[in-house]
């Protein structure tokens, strides 16, 4: 079973730019996490999505967004980029029911300069 | 704010040790606790999922849930230099709260 595909794994964008980052979720899986792992914050959530709606947010400003398709792939965009959205930005699949056991995807680095 | 805390370490152990890894949580409604290991460099990978009070083995991880205490621990019998990485505690609210919130993490190094 092929697992969680993210797309590209690193990118290097300046300041003011904005970029797009997908993810496939492994097959049969219906629910789309999103988190940024920091050295300083950690593992953060973004937002989460099933059955292209957005169920959750986190407390993130309204330039970082997302969407799902219906085949269940999302993208999640981040518009005006800032040094400090420099990160590793995770992708998560599970089944989308109450016990949410998440795969992560191998991670897109975003670097900005 | 629902927190999830974790003791950053580093923990130290030798070859064929056990080695304990605790989380507390803040959060008493929450009903899915989880543990990921993250090497150097890489994703996190979901090694443990716990749900009730008690433990739960599998292979040489035993992850254990205390919920009276808001406690979760993962035991990691006859460690392993592989076994080296970062572990991370992560708990869900269940229900309508489809997030995992994260401890910090633990480092682990295994020394042969």
């Known amino acids: 079973k092929a697992g969680v595909t993210q797309t590209p794994r690193y990118l290097i964008k300046t300041r003011g730019q904005q970029v797009t980052l997908s993810c496939s979720p492994i097959s049969g899986h219906r629910s789309v996490s999103w988190y940024q792992q920091t050295p300083g914050q950690g593992l953060q959530f973004l937002f989460e999505?099933?059955?292209?709606?957005?169920?959750n947010k986190g407390n993130f400003p309204g330039r970082f967004s997302g969407r799902q398709f219906s085949n269940s792939r999302s993208e999640m965009n981040v518009s005006t980029l800032e040094l400090g959205d420099s990160a590793l930005y995770l992708c998560a699949s599970s089944l989308g029911d109450s016990w949410p056991k998440a795969f992560f995807g191998q991670g897109t680095r975003l670097t900005v300069v | 704010q629902k927190e999830v805390e974790q003791n950053s370490g580093p923990l130290s152990v030798p070859e064929g040790a056990i080695a304990s890894l605790n989380c507390t949580y803040s959060d008493r409604g929450s009903q899915s606790f989880f543990w990921y290991r993250q090497y150097s460099g890489k994703s996190p990978e979901l090694i443990m999922s716990?749900?009730?009070?008690g433990d739960k083995e599998d292979g040489r991880f035993t992850a254990q849930l205390n919920k009276a205490s808001q406690y979760v621990s993962l035991l990691i019998r006859d460690s392993q230099p592989s076994d080296s990485a970062t572990y991370l505690c992560?708990?869900?609210?269940?229900?309508?709260?489809?997030?995992?919130?994260f401890g910090k993490g633990t480092l682990l190094t295994v020394n042969p």
């Open positions: 992560a708990v869900s609210s269940g229900g309508s709260n489809y997030k995992l919130t």
């Open positions: 716990i749900y009730s009070n």
């Open positions: 999505y099933f059955s292209e709606t957005q169920r």
